[in-house]
Nanobody, 113 residues
Framework: QVQLVESGGGLVQPGGSLRLGCVAS????????MGWYRQVPGNQREMVAG???????KYADSVKGRFTVSRDNGGNTVYLQMNNLKPEDTAVYYC???????WGQGTQVTVSS
């Protein structure tokens, strides 16, 4: 059973940066797609960024040019570097594995002055 443990998050001022990390355990296989979603209370969870084992990436339009998703070479750790953060980026961020579908516990990111 795959388990995801996230790290990072916190409070940052607008324009600042944060880095999230997520380690997957419980499998001997390299997970094909790993990524990040976020959710604001009252809203649906939305995709932020994803990355495959070959390094193909996908981003939500709202974060393109500001966020970068990466993963360790051949491993099951994924990162989300978030730069030029805006108040509208405030949300709980979840690490996600597509197959088998698994969610992390979530980490709060708050962007406020």
């Amino acid at each position: 059973q795959v388990q995801l443990v996230e790290s990072g998050g916190g409070l940052v001022q607008p324009g600042g940066s944060l880095r999230l990390g997520c380690v997957a355990s419980g499998t001997v296989y390299t997970i094909f797609v790993m990524g990040w979603y976020r959710q604001v209370p009252g809203n649906q969870r939305e995709m932020v960024a994803g990355i495959t084992t070959s390094g193909e990436t996908k981003y939500a339009d709202s974060v393109k040019g500001r966020f970068t998703v990466s993963r360790d070479n051949g491993g099951n750790t994924v990162y989300l570097q978030m730069n030029n953060l805006k108040p509208e980026d405030t949300a709980v961020y979840y690490c996600h594995v597509a197959a088998p579908e698994t969610w992390g516990q979530g980490t709060q990111v708050t962007v406020s002055s």
